[in-house]
């Protein structure tokens, strides 16, 4: 059996890269493979193109040590780790041309033995696709003749760590781990007890797509609740933080808290796998989705209410990333709130503030009614001020700043 001493990891984003960072530090030699040559150039300085905490240090660290590097072809490796994206088409099915382009360039290097490893969140059946899809490309290696077992070893291993706290729970969160065999199974989880200190559960493949599915699905629904909660609350006057924080007193109640709407490329887009997989049968996962993606329009209904009557209404809109403390804007609610905002109403002059980004984003910068400003210019000319993220910046704001002015707080952090 092949010991395991070179890792290529295929991806350097968000998973990616921090898996390599932490391969390194461990001990083990780990090219980075990206499509994007200025990330690949960037990560061979030693820098990190986004902000993570901690990584940056970790990456440099291990780019100095010779023990990192990144190319933007696949090299020969013992194991390969396939951490790409795994979007979803228009009709909400996964779309799995990411990890297929990472499989052809995995194939040409085989040589038998090796172990490949997807950590993408994937749709039930990908990982059983991506190993079908190699030894299609490379049948020489399909089955040993003499034992009958498959001469590369692939496994399904779901990251879980969550964005901002990831150099952490890289090394503290418990895996699942599903090979297509149980070599498979155990030779990855040989691979993660390098670096991971938490428990290691091994399955089979299926179960562990679904696994990380269904967690990111759990948190979807649970936000949903809150959401509709959030809702009616309004409708009966009463503040739903409250009955919130009320109602979780109760030891076996935990509800979330809601929000604008749900972002992020994770919790937004998983359970849609999981519809695409049983479309029949998956009602209470499909309302979910369906529940927090209508949030923003119900946010944008109650701005839009606020601002009649006023011929060219001042709104100071208060962060634009998925979630407090990040710079991350993708599938972003607060984003397209504020370009829903500026299409519905062009009379309206919308002054937008994000700490963590210092231009806006291209669905935005454009627009001649929406501008990135600083907190107290956005709020000294407001009439109405959106809150969108609840960032640490916001709750330690003066409250003197929001006087006379009409508050929409979708975080509830000016209660
Ligand atoms: N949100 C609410 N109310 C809440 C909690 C979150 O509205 O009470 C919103 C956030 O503002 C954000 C969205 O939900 O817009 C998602 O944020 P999040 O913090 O719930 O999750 P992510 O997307 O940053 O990370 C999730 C995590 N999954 C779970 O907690 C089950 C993380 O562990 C996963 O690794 C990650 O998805 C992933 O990569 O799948």
């Not at 969550?162 to 418990?174: A, S």
Request: contains cysteine.
């Amino acid at each position: 059996m092949k010991e395991i001493k070179d890792v290529a990891v295929i991806g350097l984003g968000y998973i990616g890269l921090p898996t390599a960072a932490v391969l390194a530090a461990n001990g083990l030699n780990v090219i980075g493979v990206d499509v994007k040559e200025t990330n690949v150039e960037a990560i061979n300085r030693g820098e990190v193109p986004f902000v993570e905490p901690d990584l940056g240090a970790q990456v440099a660290a291990a780019v100095n040590q010779g023990m990192l590097k990144a190319t933007t072809e696949t090299p020969t490796a013992d194991a390969y780790i396939v951490a790409v994206p795994t979007p979803f088409n228009e009709d909400k099915t996964a779309d799995l041309s990411y990890i297929e382009a990472a499989a052809r360039g995995i194939a040409a290097q085989l040589i038998g033995d090796e172990l490949i490893i997807l950590e993408s969140t994937s749709p039930p059946g990908a990982t059983r696709h991506l190993g079908e899809y190699l030894t299609e490309l490379r049948p020489d290696l399909s089955l040993d003749p003499e034992s009958g077992l498959p001469l590369i070893h692939v496994a399904h291993c779901p990251e879980r760590v969550l964005p901002g706290r990831v150099m952490i729970e890289l090394v503290t969160n418990d895996r699942i781990i599903g090979g297509l065999t149980p070599v498979a199974s155990g030779r990855a989880r040989d691979l993660y007890s390098v670096f991971c200190k938490g428990g290691m559960h091994l399955t089979d493949a299926t179960t562990a797509e679904m696994a990380k599915l269904v967690e990111n699905s759990y948190r979807d629904v649970n936000i949903a609740f809150a959401n509709e909660l959030s809702v009616i609350s309004d409708k009966l006057d009463i503040d739903v933080w409250e009955l919130i924080e009320l109602a979780n007193h109760h030891p076996r109640v935990n509800i979330l808290q809601p929000g604008p709407g749900v972002g992020g490329h994770c919790i937004a887009v998983d359970p849609w796998f999981i519809v695409a997989s049983a479309p029949e049968d998956a009602k209470l996962i499909r309302q979910a989705r369906e529940t927090n993606d209508a949030k923003p329009l119900w946010v944008l209904d109650r701005v839009e209410q606020l601002s009649a009557g006023k011929p060219s209404p001042k709104i100071a809109a208060l962060g634009l990333a998925f979630k407090a403390n990040i710079d991350d804007l993708r599938e972003s609610p607060a984003v397209s709130i504020v370009a829903d905002l500026s299409t519905r109403m062009p009379e309206a002059a919308i002054a937008v503030v994000e700490p963590h980004v210092v231009e806006l984003p291209r669905s935005l910068a454009d627009r001649s009614n929406v501008d990135l400003v600083a907190t107290e210019k956005a709020l000294a000319d407001a009439d109405i001020v959106l809150l969108l993220v609840d960032h640490d910046k916001f709750k330690a704001l003066d409250r003197t700043l929001l006087e006379g002015k009409q508050v929409v707080d979708t975080r509830g952090i000016w209660r």
